[in-house]
């Protein structure tokens, strides 16, 4: 459907400083450039080159349940909601806007942040080497560096206007969910926005019904927060990975430093609740 302005954007693509690729796309929706991105086609050699390449259909799987078009829909409703939700809050256009991956993956939000935002300015970490090794290998732009897993600091000297974690708080312990809650505070600028999803308590029906969900939901309902922690080697004493839900008012009750200033939702990804925050 946009060959026509994609030949355009594939010449021009290899002359233009970096900063000035996102405006190349201006003009194109997010859905068809995540489209374009899944396989770019040989005939636009200059995109091909730029933009990395997508990690294979078993990956996919294995790290999100989905793959292909059925993944994007879900990654691109949510960069859609992140980019409104930032620019609604802060009055400031993304593009000007550096911004934090935590917990990347292989990168798929990433991918789709090249719509808006130069890969300069972009910085990304995860705790698990192959997921950086991933990135690297599939040629993800993006400043990366490994995370620890129970951070009390990150690898990045600097403060971000965005930083957004991505079904990772659906994972944590609270324990590590604390710490890193408190990590990120240390790292947002004064006016920026922190992005994060949670899950209700309604997805226990999905992985545990029966009598387990009843106890989960009971949990959640009592002390805001329910973990099912999975079967790994602890850290500090705790396992920091498994399933997780969260009250909204569990942050408004253990985290003073930050203030919830939306909350939204997208049908398509039920079970990630979507909150933004901002330095109290």
Same mark, same amino acid.
């Not at 029906?205 to 973990?227: L, Q």
């Given at each position: 459907?946009? *060959?026509?302005?994609?030949?355009?954007?594939?010449?021009?693509?290899?002359?233009?400083?970096?900063?000035?690729?996102?405006?190349?796309?201006? %003009?194109?929706?997010?859905? &068809?450039?995540?489209?374009?991105?899944?396989?770019?086609?040989?005939?636009?050699?200059?995109?091909?080159?730029?933009?990395?390449?997508?990690?294979?259909?078993?990956?996919?799987?294995?790290?999100?349940? %989905?793959?292909?078009? /059925?993944?994007?829909?879900?990654?691109?409703?949510?960069?859609?909601?992140?980019?409104?939700?930032?620019?609604?809050?802060?009055?400031?256009?993304?593009?000007?806007?550096?911004?934090?991956? $935590?917990?990347?993956?292989?990168?798929?939000?990433?991918?789709?942040?090249?719509?808006?935002?130069?890969?300069?300015?972009?910085?990304?970490?995860?705790?698990?080497?192959?997921?950086?090794?991933?990135?690297?290998?599939?040629?993800?732009?993006?400043?990366?560096?490994?995370?620890?897993?129970?951070?009390?600091?990150?690898?990045? &000297?600097?403060?971000?206007?965005?930083? $957004?974690?991505?079904?990772?708080?659906?994972?944590?312990?609270?324990?590590?969910?604390?710490?890193?809650?408190?990590?990120?505070?240390?790292?947002?600028? *004064?006016?920026?926005?922190?992005?994060?999803?949670?899950?209700?308590?309604?997805?226990?029906?999905?992985?545990?019904?029966?009598?387990?969900?009843?106890?989960?939901?009971? /949990?959640?309902?009592?002390?805001?927060?329910?973990?099912?922690?999975? %079967?790994?080697?602890?850290?500090?004493?705790?396992?920091?990975?498994?399933?997780?839900?969260?009250?909204?008012?569990?942050?408004?009750?253990?985290?003073?430093?930050?203030?919830? &200033?939306?909350?939204? $939702? %997208?049908?398509?990804?039920?079970?990630?609740?979507?909150?933004?925050?901002?330095?109290?």
């Amino acid at each position: 459907m946009f *060959d026509e302005e994609y030949g355009v954007i594939d010449q021009r693509i290899a002359t233009v400083p970096s900063y000035e690729v996102p405006r190349l796309f201006r %003009n194109i929706p997010l859905d &068809a450039f995540g489209y374009l991105l899944l396989d770019v086609p040989p005939e636009f050699p200059n995109l091909k080159a730029f933009f990395p390449s997508m990690a294979p259909d078993a990956v996919q799987d294995t790290w999100t349940g %989905n793959h292909g078009i /059925t993944l994007l829909r879900q990654s691109a409703a949510f960069v859609r909601t992140l980019v409104s939700g930032y620019e609604a809050i802060t009055g400031h256009a993304i593009e000007d806007a550096t911004v934090l991956d $935590y917990g990347c993956g292989w990168g798929r939000l990433i991918r789709l942040l090249y719509k808006y935002v130069a890969h300069e300015q972009i910085y990304a970490v995860d705790p698990w080497g192959t997921s950086i090794e991933l990135c690297r290998e599939h040629g993800v732009k993006a400043h990366l560096a490994l995370s620890e897993y129970v951070p009390r600091s990150l690898p990045f &000297a600097r403060r971000f206007d965005l930083i $957004y974690a991505f079904s990772v708080f659906t994972h944590l312990s609270e324990k590590t969910a604390h710490v890193v809650l408190s990590t990120l505070r240390d790292h947002i600028a *004064d006016t920026g926005v922190l992005v994060l999803t949670i899950r209700p308590k309604e997805y226990w029906h999905v992985p545990s019904p029966g009598v387990v969900a009843a106890a989960m939901i009971e /949990t959640h309902d009592k002390a805001g927060f329910a973990f099912i922690p999975h %079967n790994l080697l602890p850290i500090d004493g705790d396992i920091t990975y498994g399933d997780t839900s969260i009250s909204l008012g569990y942050f408004d009750a253990h985290f003073p430093r930050w203030k919830l &200033a939306r909350v939204d $939702y %997208n049908l398509i990804d039920e079970n990630q609740v979507i909150l933004f925050f901002q330095p109290a």
